[in-house]
């Protein structure tokens, strides 16, 4: 079997682009042959390096994605071709002329519709539908509002939650007991800390955090907030800029990217996410599997991970004065509570939310389309 892996970015900081590299570990690990494609440059080309698996440069742009792809096709000879990103799996389905029989296409967040809104980008994507084998989305949000607009077939759909590896509880204790995120801030450890993780972009909505934080402020005057916000200076610049207008600037902690934020998600108070729109993003997975309460939007797969005030806070978007309320009425949860909801997030991390399960149930949709194709089953 030889599975052509192909993405948008060449950096794993999305959400789609981590869940290609963790694809591309587990799928190697488990014997298969993979291709990874992505543009030029980044960790995503280290990753194949470091795999020893080979990488194809594909620039997702109009004039250059197809005939790289083309060529990335004929040099690998892919058994499937599996494109993340609904931009680059357009362009998949156009270069690939066996896409019908080999191509499978995960959908990892629609945008809410808004990537979709102009009937040039449906009739694209509609165009394209007949030459995908499979298509797999990453929530049931995803995939019913992708049958909605018409843009994928639900009976050749499969809905694969991203999934992480469990961390063992004592490492959890030992971060949370070290207090580990007020340390790195500097503040006192008595001071509850609350951590965003997410790219500065329209979808994230970190202006409506830091309104939210200005607010809880008021009732909670030795909160902090740890942002790692990625993004350019540009978007960082105005992020900062707000905090000083709201007065909450001597508060507000800008961080950089870590390597491994485990230990930030485990000794945080509360994680917050006020995303407008979303896949299933791994940021709020891992902090449930870190010990993180979480709070977060309701909205698409969000919903389908957190039970509301049971494995964390679901809060309605664009509404910062409802997310402020939720923030203290979560800091205001005895310890009894809080270690509830820890346990029964990590009870429902483990039951729908594990990396060897998305991986496993990625390969059996590569085995359905193989056996459609040729009646042959993956061994694995």
């Not at 990103?85 to 998949?92: D, L, T």
């Not at 509609?126 to 949000?141: D, G, L, W």
Request: net charge negative.
């Amino acid at each position: 079997m030889r599975v052509l892996l192909i993405g948008a970015a060449n950096t794993i900081t999305g959400g789609g682009e981590r869940h290609i590299a963790d694809l591309a570990r587990g799928l190697s690990a488990r014997g298969i042959a993979v291709g990874l494609g992505a543009p030029a440059g980044g960790d995503m080309a280290e990753l194949a390096q470091i795999l020893g698996i080979p990488y194809f440069e594909i620039d997702a742009t109009l004039r250059a994605a197809n005939p790289a792809i083309r060529r990335a096709i004929k040099d690998f000879k892919p058994d499937i071709v599996h494109a993340h990103g609904s931009r680059v799996a357009y362009f998949a389905r156009q270069a690939d002329d066996l896409g019908a029989r080999r191509c499978v296409v995960t959908f990892h967040g629609l945008q809410g519709a808004h990537g979709f809104t102009s009937k040039a980008k449906l009739m694209m994507e509609r165009s394209v539908q007949k030459n995908t084998a499979h298509f797999i989305t990453v929530c049931r949000a995803n995939r019913d509002e992708a049958e909605e607009l018409g843009i994928l077939d639900r009976a050749k759909t499969t809905i694969i939650y991203n999934g992480v590896a469990l961390p063992d509880i004592a490492t959890l204790g030992y971060y949370r007991g070290l207090r580990h995120l007020s340390n790195l801030i500097g503040v006192d450890p008595a001071y509850p800390v609350l951590l965003h993780i997410g790219r500065i972009c329209a979808e994230k909505d970190q202006p409506s955090l830091l309104h939210a934080f200005a607010w809880l402020r008021a009732k909670e005057p030795n909160a902090q907030l740890a942002m790692i916000a990625t993004g350019d200076e540009g978007d960082l610049a105005k992020l900062q800029k707000l905090a000083h207008k709201l007065g909450i600037e001597d508060a507000v902690h800008f961080l950089d990217a870590h390597e491994d934020p485990l230990p930030l998600y485990a000794s945080c108070d509360l994680f917050v996410l006020p995303s407008i729109w979303e896949g299933l993003p791994y940021t709020i997975i891992e902090a449930m599997a870190s010990g993180a309460i979480v709070v977060a939007s309701d909205v698409d797969g969000i919903g389908e991970a957190i039970v509301n005030e049971v494995t964390g806070l679901l809060s309605p978007p664009k509404d910062p004065e409802r997310l402020a309320e939720i923030l203290e009425d979560a800091l205001d949860m005895t310890e009894t509570q809080r270690k509830q909801m820890r346990e029964d997030a990590r009870a429902g991390i483990i039951q729908r939310f594990m990396l060897d399960d998305m991986i496993n149930n990625t390969i059996s949709v590569y085995d359905k389309v193989m056996q459609a194709r040729t009646g042959a089953q993956l061994r694995r």
